[in-house]
């Protein structure tokens, strides 16, 4: 997943680490023949990379040699093993080393799945069906098999109420799943959704026996009984987890696992902030660190370790859709609730001066929502993206604003001939216009009541760009207050959506679909643990989102990703941040990956599945 710089992901504890790889995965039609019983892979369009009879992807050294320990770290604490309901944070690791899906991506290719427990993949002419045969060698860490059975069971549990609400809304199109034999399932749709067939691949399956029969809300520190290449060892209620590599592993020698998951333990080590962390690298108690902070990456990656080549500085580049990252304002309060005032507080940041002055000039300024892809709008719309604007213009009227039809403006700069005083001039013209004037020593309204907020933060090196953005606005008469919270109470309050102004981000998508209702949708507006940081509820918005998932060919998914992102940046609903395209890592110089990079990946992801620990007496290769 791209990162955007000096942050980690607002809400992705609630979100699973499937949906946040959606840059991977989602669009699509089959690349298989309907006569056909089914096929290994699922494209969006074309042929998969990877041909029925291939050995391993690209990305993993099959020749890897395994063993050894990776010591990697997370931030905050955790309080179960089920990361699949609402209350509470998951150990981080679960996902992408215990639970196996029916397919998986190919990091090599924006749009394609791999089937993995599922050896086939069918769907029906109809395409209000599909058929999975599951692969006769998989097994459960308790040497079970994996059943149709299984698969149905795990479903019905992620759509009950007993799971987080984010699955009912995710798989709402999926009707039912049947069981048609021990080791085939079919999934039944209640519409016809392009997506569908890919969303349905990315099920995580577990056994029936996991939890001793309690209810699903309620395992919560039941070892899980899935079928991944690692099972948990041992932990520490919010210090440690330790994933131990399964012998018995039933994927081994399966293509979409060759050359993967090579150590024998993995440990996740929590820290409580990133000086903690860094600390924790020096002294050995960690393998690697990926720095989302320039200043950290400037100052403290240096040193003795490094010097001695203990420690190794790189960077890693990828291709990444940048997705959008920014200082979000929350409409469900009335302070908010105005456009112009939106627009006027997007004024008071310089992207420029905090790039120069803070970030070591590694940054650039993100224009879209969906930045670094050709899905970003440009300039005036062009003659597809107008033909879509007339329709909605002619379905809602006004409510389609008058301005989408102009080129698209670029976020507020201070680059000559531009200035922070021009900019805040501008705004408060913006909001005198919606009824805030300045007197009394600070911006008020009519009634008299002062413009003041408080922007939460989840980590002390957010406040590098929260603290600049507060004495913009400050000139303002604007009081903005900023103040970190604890973890467990920042995921309450996030989730509740208890804030004024959150650090909020969506990861990056080469082909955007259902996932847009869980961060714009009007259904998502009120539902607790939602993605939907600002509050959109547009009936435009929801018609838009309604054709986007339900298009079937690349250039009208991009004509209408286009047009959203031209809604959503006039909407002003965030102050847009920045973004890199490359990873900052530092690691142990004990640690070796493989010579070919993947082009769309997460470090966290790519490092625990495709690394490996040097064999002993073997130098440092890079």
């Given amino acids: 997943m791209p990162y955007n710089p000096e942050k980690y992901r607002f809400s992705s504890r609630s979100m699973p680490a499937c949906l946040l790889r959606r840059l991977l995965l989602l669009g699509l039609t089959c690349c298989f023949s309907q006569a056909a019983l089914g096929a290994h892979a699922i494209a969006l369009h074309g042929q998969p990379r990877y041909p029925a009879d291939f050995r391993h992807f690209d990305y993993a050294d099959p020749q890897a040699p395994q063993g050894g ?51 086939d993949i069918a769907l029906a002419p109809d395409e209000l069906s599909m058929t999975f045969r599951l692969d006769r060698k998989a097994r459960f860490s308790n040497g079970d098999p994996v059943t149709a059975a299984d698969v149905k069971y795990s479903f019905d549990q992620l759509v009950s109420k007993q799971a987080a609400p984010l699955y009912r809304q995710y798989w709402s199109d999926v009707k039912q799943m049947v069981v048609v034999d021990d080791h085939t399932v079919r999934a039944e749709f209640r519409r016809k959704n392009h997506e569908l067939r890919i969303i349905v691949c990315q099920l995580p399956v577990f056994s029936r026996k996991w939890g001793g029969g309690k209810s699903f809300d309620k395992i919560t520190l039941d070892a899980p009984i899935a079928s991944g290449p690692y099972v948990v060892e041992s932990f520490d209620l919010g210090k440690r987890i330790t994933y131990r590599r399964n012998h018995d592993y039933w994927a081994n020698e399966h293509p979409a696992r060759k050359g993967m998951f090579n150590f024998e333990r993995i440990t996740y080590r929590y820290y409580r902030d990133t000086l903690a962390r860094m600390e924790g690298l020096k002294a050995g108690e960690i393998d690697l660190i990926q720095e989302n902070s320039s200043k950290n990456w400037a100052r403290n990656h240096q ?90 213009q002619a379905r809602f009227g006004d409510k389609v604003p008058a301005e989408v039809f102009d080129e698209i403006p670029p976020p507020p700069t201070t680059l000559p001939p531009h200035s922070l005083r021009d900019n805040l001039r501008k705004a408060r013209e913006l909001l005198a216009q919606a009824g805030w004037t300045y007197r009394d020593g600070a911006l008020r309204n009519a009634q008299g009541e002062p413009f003041q907020f408080e922007m939460m933060l989840e980590d002390r090196m957010q406040e590098r760009a929260s603290a600049p953005y507060a004495r913009n606005l400050e000139k303002l008469g604007i009081e903005m207050n900023y103040r970190i919270y604890d973890p467990a109470l920042y995921q309450r309050k996030a989730e509740n959506f208890d804030y004024d102004m959150v650090w909020a981000l969506m990861p990056g998508s080469q082909s955007p679909g259902n996932e847009l209702f869980d961060y714009f949708g009007s259904a998502s507006r009120d539902q607790a643990g939602s993605n939907n940081a600002m509050g959109v509820a547009d009936p435009v918005i929801d018609a838009l989102l309604a054709r986007i998932v339900q298009s079937e060919h690349r250039d009208e998914l991009v004509t209408l990703v286009r047009v959203l992102d031209r809604l959503l940046r006039l909407g002003y609903y965030i102050v847009p941040h920045f973004y890199s395209n490359a990873h900052r890592v530092s690691y142990r110089s004990t640690l070796a990956y493989p010579k070919v990079l993947p082009k769309f990946y997460r470090i966290e992801d790519w490092s625990v599945a495709t690394w490996w620990k040097k064999p002993a007496g073997e130098g440092s290769r890079r």
């Fill in 69 to 119: 320990e990776l010591f990697t770290s997370s931030m905050g604490n955790f309080e179960k093993l089920n990361p699949y309901t609402l209350k509470g944070r998951a150990a981080d690791g679960l996902q992408d080393l215990v639970f196996e899906t029916l397919a998986v991506p190919s990091w090599d290719e924006p749009d394609t799945m791999y089937g993995l427990l599922a050896e």
């Fill in 303 to 392: 040193g003795k370790h490094w010097d001695d080549g203990d420690l190794i500085k790189a960077l890693f580049p990828h291709r990444n859709g940048a997705g959008w990252q920014g200082f979000a304002m929350n409409t469900r309060h009335p302070l908010f609730q105005d456009r112009r005032v939106r627009q006027a507080l997007g004024l008071a940041m310089d992207f420029e001066w905090m790039n120069r002055q803070l970030f070591f000039n590694l940054y650039t300024r993100s224009p879209s929502y969906f930045t670094n892809t050709e899905m970003a709008a440009t300039g005036k719309p062009d003659a597809k993206e107008l033909a879509v604007l007339r329709e909605l």
